[in-house]
């Protein structure tokens, strides 16, 4: 057995994550693995355990930092609160740098043996293993959980719990641990992305043979740099140069590995999806794709390796699915609308022959006569050779309009090489790319949330939002969380603005996602707006708005911008062109370079302009122009409305624009076509003499809120009465056959806002409704007393404000006095105090005074017994 064991494992760990210096920590780790490698062969035991991400054997084990607080509380008995401090909210690390596993320690180090234990690193792998197997099988952990915390310390238990979460937090990448384990093991893993396999190759140090593509081993793709519209043209500053150009598709990076009828499909990430529903590792299997894949397939090929992209095919709508549909590709069941196809762009292996140096002209040639396309299962994407950027700018466009994620330019003699970015001469390009293509967006910060490793207690990325209504509105929905685009200075320098004025609960104006809340809420009026720019806004249940926006980056810090200038909602939802889920945020065609810029034409001398002076119109009675405004829908088309004023929340003007925006006709003064007019403030005399106008439908703005809300957007644009401050006739004679005298309607269905309002115009005279009124009604109902309300008629008066009978005695109709006085007809107590109930007696002589057990029997047998037994008289 190894004596190497775990708990020296966590004793360098623990050192590495303590060194400041890079080259200290990788001398450190050296000498670990020199010490390991003594008495081990392999180092897959220990590889698995010291780089966790990159696990691929056993499957996921379903624990995260929130499902392991519950975990951990049931089986340490820990309170609910002690896991989660205001730092640890939601389970990163805090300010101070201790993350999830510190607060464990913390808590549980008096439950655990001091002593370090000897379990091998082998028993920590099975016991991983095993939680894998319970995960996949839908069973509680806790007994392998408790079984392997009784064997170890809570030092090593807070490694384990770091493990677990697959962040050790050492300080150092996982390519750097690689090339410590040995100068090649990266170029293996890049080939491979097997930990077990690298390994093998390892075994003798001294002999390591020359890294291989493998069948059936995951390849790390090669990937594409990013490229602006704007810079294509310097791709093509030689004539002889060839480009292939193809869409960039908007699926799931993959690989299809093919050898002797056995199949393996493989994420971007290395997981093997084969065994998911609707693949499958052979024609034998239940998987849909494999099956038919495997008729399409010329049959003279016997090998082979495909590089692409898995795509969601609607199986009804015939089109692709966008990831921002929010569905996953990898889980797709034949009960899903969406089914698996494959986009293949590249050929790595074909019957056993390796072609990353074969010319990509080349490898496509081959991939053109492999197998026969077939729409909705694998298809190769669509490759055009362009030797000029003007047809790399027209392509880009005809994508723009089709709504596609990008395009994508590989050289035409480009080598395949795994895992490389820079230096391809492959590149993607889309729109956000491009400063002028986007449409940016100001958020204003309304959270933050604290990073992970070498960012902990350092806010990472946050929670951003738009104003929900009008101008310097004071209420704020959240929208997206962005982290990306932040240089460090910029992070350090938001750090230091909200260190002091972030707070644990969310702020009353803010209205926040349904979950990952940020670990700290920024009030609106202390915050500060960026910038965002995303490639798509989409549809989202997560957020308030009910849209988000995908692939989110900071452009800039606006701090010339005051934080109520924050985009609107309404402006916001202006970005909305019609009722697909992804709308793309792109605002105009891009345009062949060096000719953007087109010089206004010059006034020949002949022309003479004759000049005109005019008074200038104040600003307020001009209104809004329709052109300046973004039509977002058409629900109040053909419907011509005045707007006299609006309140706080929304100005006159912002009520026509959100108008105009849903295809209204805006006039100044309301004429015999007007369908209504929109007031704010009724308080305001002009308006008050306006709506004596008996021929016109004067509304609130609670109307104009309901029918521009989006899923009311279909419906008939009618008035309900409490919506209505004056009205004409035909418009109250109409509103009489839908509605009673309590505004109830004979037609739509009650829900608990329209109840809540119908009680409010029922208006019962409770003080005429007596106590024998009351019952006269229950006996009616129950055909007999109440047993709900067998104290009604009783007022109880509790010498202990304490007494628990209050609540008993309440709940049965009884009426409870915080004073005795003349109206009390019952004093209960819980003693026989002498002194206490002669001072009542004197005073309130009349008054019958009783144990309050009586309340407990009554409320027991739901029937108001005899008090003769508990009536207490004073001596």
């Known amino acids: ?141 806790d007994s392998i959980f408790l079984a392997i915390a009784k064997k170890m310390s809570a030092f090593e238990f807070k490694w384990l719990t770091r493990i677990i979460l697959k962040d050790l937090r050492l300080g150092i990448g996982q390519n750097k641990i690689l090339k410590a384990i040995h100068p090649k093991a990266e170029e293996l893993f890049n080939l491979t992305s097997d930990l077990r396999e690298i390994c093998n190759k390892l075994q003798n140090v001294d002999k390591i043979e020359k890294p291989g593509i493998k069948i059936f081993y995951h390849i790390k793709p090669m990937l594409l740099e990013r490229c602006r519209i704007e810079d294509v043209g310097k791709l093509f500053q030689d004539q002889s140069t060839k480009y292939i150009l193809q869409v960039k598709y908007d699926g799931e990076r993959s690989q299809i590995h093919i050898k002797d009828g056995r199949f393996k499909y493989f994420t971007r990430n290395s997981y093997d999806i084969t065994n998911n529903a609707l693949y499958g590792e052979s024609i034998n299997s239940d998987g849909f794709l494999t099956k038919n894949i495997c008729r399409l397939i010329k049959n003279n090929c016997k090998s082979l390796i495909l590089d ?130 986007i449409q940016d967006t100001d958020l204003i910060i309304l959270g933050g949330y604290y990073g992970n490793g070498r960012d902990a207690g350092l806010l990472r990325s946050f929670l951003m939002g738009v104003q929900s209504t009008g101008n310097q509105s004071k209420k704020f929905q959240s929208v997206v969380s962005v982290s990306s685009g932040l240089n460090k200075e910029q992070l350090l320098a938001l750090q230091k603005k909200f260190e002091l004025k972030g707070q644990k609960n969310c702020p009353d104006s803010i209205v926040g996602p349904k979950n990952n809340l940020p670990d700290i809420w920024i009030k609106p009026e202390e915050s500060v707006i960026l910038q965002v720019r995303a490639s798509e806004i989409i549809r989202s249940n997560f957020y308030p708005t009910g849209y988000t926006l995908r692939f989110p980056r900071v452009e800039s810090v606006r701090h010339d911008k005051p934080w109520h200038d924050a985009c609107s909602y309404t402006e916001f939802l202006s970005y909305i062109k019609d009722t697909g889920i992804v709308q793309k945020l792109t605002k105009r065609h891009a345009t062949i370079p060096n000719t953007e810029n087109i010089k206004p034409k010059k006034i020949p001398k002949s022309v003479t302009l004759k000049s005109f002076t005019s008074k ?204 005795v006085n003349e109206h009390v007809t019952h004093i209960f107590l819980e003693e026989n105090n002498q002194s206490i109930i002669q001072q009542y007696h004197n005073e309130f002589p009349d008054t019958i005074m009783i144990e309050s057990k009586y309340i407990e029997e009554c409320f027991k047998k739901r029937a108001l017994l005899t008090c003769d037994d508990y009536i207490i008289k004073a001596n």
């Open 1 to 141: 057995m190894s004596t190497f064991t775990f708990s020296t494992l966590c004793e360098s760990f623990e050192n590495i994550s303590k060194l400041k210096e890079k080259s200290k920590k990788t001398e450190e780790l050296s000498k670990m693995l020199n010490s390991y490698r003594k008495f081990n062969n392999s180092l897959y035991s220990l590889l698995r355990l010291l780089l966790p991400k990159l696990e691929r054997e056993r499957g996921p084990h379903g624990l995260q930092h929130k499902s392991l607080r519950v975990l951990y509380t049931r089986i340490f008995c820990l309170s609910k609160e002690s896991l989660t401090s205001r730092s640890q909210a939601n389970y990163r690390a805090n300010e101070c740098g201790e993350d999830f596993a510190d607060r464990v320690y913390q808590l549980i180090r008096s439950q655990l043996q001091n002593k370090e234990s000897l379990l091998p690193i082998e028993e920590i792998n099975t016991f991983l293993d095993n939680i894998s197997s319970k995960n996949a099988s839908n069973e509680k952990k």
């Open 308 to 437: 692409g992209e898995i795509m969601g095919w609607h199986k009804a709508k015939k089109v692709f699915g966008s990831k921002g549909m929010s569905f996953d590709v990898k889980k797709l069941t034949s009960n899903s609308a969406l089914q698996p196809c494959f986009v293949a762009y590249d050929l790595i292996m074909y019957n056993d022959e390796l072609l990353l140096n074969l010319p990509y002209n080349k490898r496509l040639e081959r991939l053109q006569n492999l197998f026969q396309d077939e729409e909705g299962i694998m298809i190769k994407a669509k490759s055009t050779v362009v030797c000029e950027s003007a047809q790399v700018v027209d392509f880009f466009n005809e994508c723009l309009d089709k709504k596609e994620e990008g395009i994508v330019l590989k050289k035409y003699n480009s080598l395949y090489r795994p895992n490389c970015r820079e230096g391809g001469e492959c590149y993607k390009i889309k729109a956000e790319f491009s400063d002028d293509l």
């Open 616 to 819: 200038k119109i104040e600003e307020r009675f001009l209104g809004v122009h329709s052109s300046d405004v973004v039509r977002i829908s058409r629900c109040l088309k053909g419907k011509e409305i005045c707007v006299l004023n609006g309140d706080e929340e929304l100005s006159k003007n912002d009520i026509e624009k959100l108008l105009i925006s849903h295809a209204a006709k805006i006039v100044q003064n309301p004429g015999p076509k007007t369908y209504c007019v929109i007031i704010g403030n009724a308080e305001k005399v002009k308006v008050k003499n306006a709506m004596m106008d008996k021929n016109q439908d004067f509304v609130g703005i609670n109307w104009l809120k309901r029918t521009t809300d989006i899923k009311n957007w279909p419906l008939k644009q009618d008035f309900y009465p409490w919506e209505l401050l004056a009205s004409r006739s035909s418009t109250t004679n109409s509103l009489l056959n839908n509605f009673d005298k309590f505004q109830d309607s004979y037609v739509e269905d009650v829900d608990e806002f329209t109840l809540s309002r119908i009680l409010k115009q029922i208006s019962i005279n409770t003080e005429e409704f007596t106590t024998q009124d009351f019952k006269f009604v229950e006996e009616a109902l129950f055909s007999g007393p109440s047993p709900f309300s067998i104290f009604r008629g009783f007022v109880g008066y509790f010498h202990n404000p304490e007494d628990r009978q209050k609540y008993s005695f309440r709940f049965l109709s009884g009426n409870v006095q915080v004073n």
